[in-house]
């Protein structure tokens, strides 16, 4: 058999979950105060039904050439560091 060619989808596919999970936790959690399970999970449920009324899909902001220039000046960057510092 050949190898397999990776999904690549799958790297946006669950960046998106990451990010509606942030959201959240950012607009629902994240200065909520739980005393139970269950008040946590009314707060869950709370925003995926306020989140269903008016859903909106997630979209990259940015072109495959953008990020792709964004991480080689990060990777550049870390390099030069750790080349200064002596490691």
């Given at each position: 058999m050949?190898?397999?060619k990776p999904?690549?989808?799958s790297?946006?596919w669950?960046?998106?979950?990451?990010?509606?999970?942030?959201?959240?936790?950012?607009?629902?959690?994240?200065?909520?105060?739980?005393?139970?399970?269950?008040?946590l999970?009314?707060?869950?449920?709370a925003f995926?039904e306020?989140h269903?009324?008016?859903?909106?899909?997630?979209?990259?902001v940015k072109?495959?050439?953008?990020?792709?220039?964004?991480?080689?000046?990060?990777?550049?960057?870390?390099m030069?560091?750790?080349?200064?510092?002596?490691?």
């Amino acid at each position: 058999m050949g190898a397999e060619k990776p999904c690549r989808s799958s790297a946006s596919w669950i960046n998106q979950v990451e990010r509606w999970f942030a959201e959240l936790t950012r607009k629902q959690l994240q200065r909520g105060v739980h005393r139970s399970t269950a008040d946590l999970e009314a707060d869950i449920v709370a925003f995926i039904e306020a989140h269903n009324e008016n859903p909106k899909p997630y979209r990259w902001v940015k072109s495959a050439d953008q990020i792709l220039a964004s991480v080689k000046r990060f990777c550049h960057k870390i390099m030069t560091r750790t080349s200064d510092s002596g490691d």
